[in-house]
């Protein structure tokens, strides 16, 4: 008995108003969508383990500063807020908030896509205009305003193209 390893890509329920090279133009499309959706559902999952990540430690560290306040002088206590000041500071400065809102847009925006591109299959119409349209805004707002995820796409190469 063999395990088949089920691929994404495989299609069922494609409509018979397409003709072959329509149907194999909106894989390509769903191919690259895919892609682009899968990378930033995993970068976002990546800011998010860093902002917990950052205010733990931070939590961590006020705390420790306060209980070792009252048991010591207060020396302890700006030293180690300190360090929570820093830790707080630098998630500022990354502005991590600002990157888990945008993949969650962006991520949120590409599955729009690629489910409009499943109902284009799925029902036959094909009104390519209309979904250029709609790729092209998405790609530009995602571009510019999204933070840049490269280091993804080889784990998503790694995982999916065999």
């Given at each position: 008995?063999t395990?088949?390893?089920?691929n994404?890509?495989?299609?069922?329920?494609?409509?018979?108003?397409l003709?072959?090279?329509?149907?194999?133009?909106?894989k390509?499309?769903y191919?690259t969508?895919?892609r682009?959706?899968?990378?930033?559902?995993?970068?976002?999952?990546?800011?998010?383990?860093?902002k917990?990540?950052?205010n733990s430690?931070?939590?961590?560290f006020?705390?420790g500063?306060?209980?070792?306040?009252v048991a010591?002088?207060g020396?302890?206590?700006?030293?180690?807020?300190t360090?929570?000041?820093l830790?707080?500071?630098?998630?500022?400065?990354?502005?991590?908030?600002?990157?888990?809102?945008?993949?969650?847009y962006?991520y949120?925006?590409?599955?729009?896509?690629?489910?409009?591109?499943?109902?284009m299959?799925r029902?036959?119409?094909?009104n390519?205009s209309?979904?250029?349209?709609f790729?092209?805004?998405v790609?530009?707002?995602?571009?510019?305003n999204?933070?840049?995820?490269?280091?993804?796409?080889?784990?998503y190469?790694?995982i999916?193209?065999?």
């Amino acid at each position: 008995m063999t395990i088949k390893h089920r691929n994404i890509f495989d299609w069922n329920h494609i409509s018979d108003k397409l003709t072959e090279e329509q149907i194999d133009e909106l894989k390509s499309y769903y191919r690259t969508y895919h892609r682009k959706c899968w990378v930033y559902k995993q970068a976002l999952k990546r800011f998010k383990k860093w902002k917990l990540l950052g205010n733990s430690l931070s939590i961590i560290f006020a705390t420790g500063g306060i209980t070792s306040a009252v048991a010591t002088s207060g020396v302890s206590l700006i030293a180690i807020s300190t360090i929570s000041l820093l830790i707080q500071g630098w998630m500022d400065h990354k502005d991590i908030d600002l990157k888990i809102q945008n993949c969650v847009y962006a991520y949120q925006s590409y599955q729009h896509l690629l489910n409009a591109i499943k109902d284009m299959m799925r029902a036959g119409n094909f009104n390519i205009s209309s979904l250029h349209t709609f790729m092209n805004n998405v790609d530009n707002y995602v571009t510019d305003n999204s933070p840049v995820v490269d280091k993804f796409l080889l784990k998503y190469d790694n995982i999916f193209i065999e």
